[in-house]
Structure formats: C-alpha cells, structure tokens
C-alpha cells in the first residue's frame, strides 16, 4: 500500500532550502558557506553534528531506541563550474558556478528527512546522515573514507539517490550489480618529428599519427569488446604545436574511458597501450599512455537493493519502481562508499518535460523541486525499514 508522502508537510520549507544552496553553490572543497548550512539545520533539528569530515564533510546522527543498527544516507553538496543560463530568480550569484546536477536537491531533501525523522521517526537504532563534498571530481568520498567516516560513525549499509532528468517525476530505478560506470581519463603524447607544411616528407606529422589513433582507438568498443557488454572510449581533446604553415612534431590526444567492470577498465587500458605503440612503431615516432581510473564502477548489493526498492514502492508504489533497470554509464562517487560497505545508489526522476528535462550539466537544467517531497519522503521510508 502506498503511503501518502510523508514529506509532503515540509515542502515549502524544503523549496526554500534548496533555491538557497542554488542562489550560492561552491565547488568541491570550498563548500564552506553550504557546509555551515547544512550543520546549522541539523543542530536545528536535534541531531549530533561533526564538520570538517575529509575537510568540508558534514555527518549528523540521530539515534532513536536502544536499537545497534545503523544505516548511512549520502547527499553530495557540490556545485560545477558553469555559467548558468536558467533565468531563474534564484539562479546563481556566483559568476561561473552553478548546481547544474542536482546537488542543492539532494541536501534539501536529506534535510527534509532529517527533520521528519527527528520529529516522528518510527525506527530502532541509528542514522547516519553523510553530507559529501567533491563529488564531481571524485575526491570527496575517498576524503571522508580516509578521515575515518566509517570507523568514527559506523553503518552497516549506505545508500546514495541522484535526480535523473528524462525518467518521470514519482519513477525510481536502480539494480544489483553495476550501477554506474568507472570513469578513466586518459593522454597519449605523441613525439613526431615537425617541419615545413610544403616538405611532409621530411619529418612526421603528429596529426596523421594522432588521426590515425583517434580512429583506431575505437575498435576498442567496436571490435574488441562483447557487444553485449558496455563500454566508452571517447577522444575529447587533439592538441598539437603545429601552426599555419607548420607540420606539428608533438601531439596530445586526451580523453574519457567508461566500463561497468574493472577487468573491462583494465582490458581497455591494454588495448589503448597497444594501439599506440603500434602506430606509433609503424610510423617511427614515440608515444606514451597515461591512464588514470578516477571513478570506480558503483556496485549496488542485492540486499540493500530489496530495501532500497521496497521503500521506494511504499513511497510512489510498484508500478513506479524500476529493480532491474539498464546499467548507466556516468560515473557516480558513491562509488567509493558502496566499496566500503554494502550499498544501494538509486535513481529519481526528474521529469520529462522543460528544464527539469535538460541533461545533468547543462546551463540551463534545475532540479525539480516538486520532487522534494517524493525524495525526502523515501528516505523516511527507507530508515525505517532498515531500523524497524
């Protein structure tokens, strides 16, 4: 039976949080002002605050009955650095930053259920509420992890919600197994020999090799990888020093690998090294390879994926929940955690239809904020069950 939104209640209040953190978003590590937000409205609501967790990291802990369990909740606090275009009153006041995927949702939603549960909560036990910083880069879960996030407040699962724009409003969609991708980023630095534009023949050009490569590179996912499996491999940058009437001697090709697996991360890693040394021998010049995973894939543990699943039915009903859907190939820092201990990383629709459609990082996207409630109202649900 589906419940009526338990958050419901709290929504003009949610609203008027989130269009706060979206009128001042900060970028990963210098969430100072976001940071001081979030601790004062915990405090508010009764919990025990620690701040300055893997630097900018907010915990809050709410402890109800003499239950041991613990469940932990992660929202990211992150803005990007994009100049955006939305038009909205509260757009950012901050010149080239902005909330262009959700962030300022996920706190005030998080909030949101951390004040319903600190009024009425109905569980046994503890929650831990994990306010992250520098998702985007990658860097804020393993900065709280090695400031001992898990060994200060313990969890025996943690869980992650992003907004999805594209799946309806009230739609929830997660799975076991991979959930997001791993993210590598990748260079080739190509040593050619430059020279006259008018005698080729003289020394090599780096963009023929460079060229050669880009094409090359992706036979990877075309012809190397079970088409059954996903993968990505994209060229984002081609950098040389070549000028007008001058044939480049150097080159940098730059770029973004994805896979679900890490024996796929490493297989693609191989097959790039080999693909530029061959090139690069059949052409007599020197390439190097730089591969760096920054993101591990986000692993989704069957258990907590039944209660994840569970909640989210209890909040929009079955028909809206999705357990077993396709694997998405962005890359999600919750990543780090689920690798810590058993998790579940779920999505939110963000609707359809206008700006709350607009692609994750585009300069005119804004989160839902009629998605507060839904949001606010799983968590609720979600400690809960976990703590009954």
Not at 8 to 21: P, V
């Amino acid at each position: 039976m589906v419940e009526p939104l338990r958050a419901a209640r709290l929504t003009d209040q949610m609203t008027a949080w989130r269009h706060a953190f979206h009128a001042d978003p900060e970028l990963g590590f210098n969430e100072h002002r976001t940071a001081a937000r979030v601790a004062d409205l915990l405090r508010d609501f009764g919990l025990e605050v620690h701040e300055g967790i893997g630097g900018t990291g907010v915990v809050g802990i709410l402890q109800r009955g003499n239950g041991s369990g613990s469940i932990g909740l992660r929202a990211d606090m992150d803005a990007l650095p994009i100049l955006e275009t939305s038009g909205r009153t509260y757009a950012s006041q901050n010149q080239g930053v902005m909330h262009a995927c959700g962030h300022d949702g996920h706190m005030a939603m998080l909030l949101g259920a951390a004040s319903l549960l600190a009024q009425e909560g109905r569980f046994n036990g503890r929650a831990v509420f994990i306010f992250q910083p520098n998702e985007e880069n990658g860097k804020g879960a393993q900065a709280m992890l090695a400031d001992g996030l898990f060994e200060r407040f313990t969890v025996d699962q943690v869980y992650g919600l992003h907004n999805i724009p594209g799946l309806g409003l009230g739609e929830f969609a997660t799975r076991s197994g991979p959930i997001t991708a791993s993210e590598s980023l990748f260079s080739i630095t190509i040593a050619a020999r430059g020279g006259h534009a008018a005698l080729p023949h003289m020394g090599v050009d780096a963009i023929t090799v460079g060229a050669e490569m880009v094409g090359a590179l992706q036979t990877i996912v075309s012809r190397k990888l079970d088409p059954s499996v996903n993968g990505v491999v994209s060229v984002t940058e081609f950098v040389t020093d070549g000028r007008r009437n001058v044939l480049p001697g150097a080159a940098v090709l730059s770029g973004d690998a994805r896979a679900l697996t890490p024996a796929l991360t490493e297989m693609i890693a191989n097959r790039m090294r080999q693909i530029a040394k061959g090139i690069a021998m059949a052409h007599d010049v020197d390439a190097t390879v730089a591969f760096d995973t920054i993101f591990p894939p986000s692993i989704n543990a069957p258990e907590a994926v039944a209660q994840a699943c569970a909640a989210a039915t209890m909040t929009v009903g079955a028909a809206q929940v999705d357990g077993g859907c396709a694997p998405k190939l962005f890359s999600e820092d919750f990543a780090h955690l689920a690798a810590a201990r058993d998790g579940c990383f779920i999505l939110m629709g963000n609707g359809t239809t206008g700006q709350n459609a607009r692609a994750l990082h585009a300069s005119d996207y804004d989160f839902a904020d009629a998605a507060l409630p839904i949001g606010a109202s799983y968590w609720v649900n979600l400690v809960e069950r976990c703590l009954p």
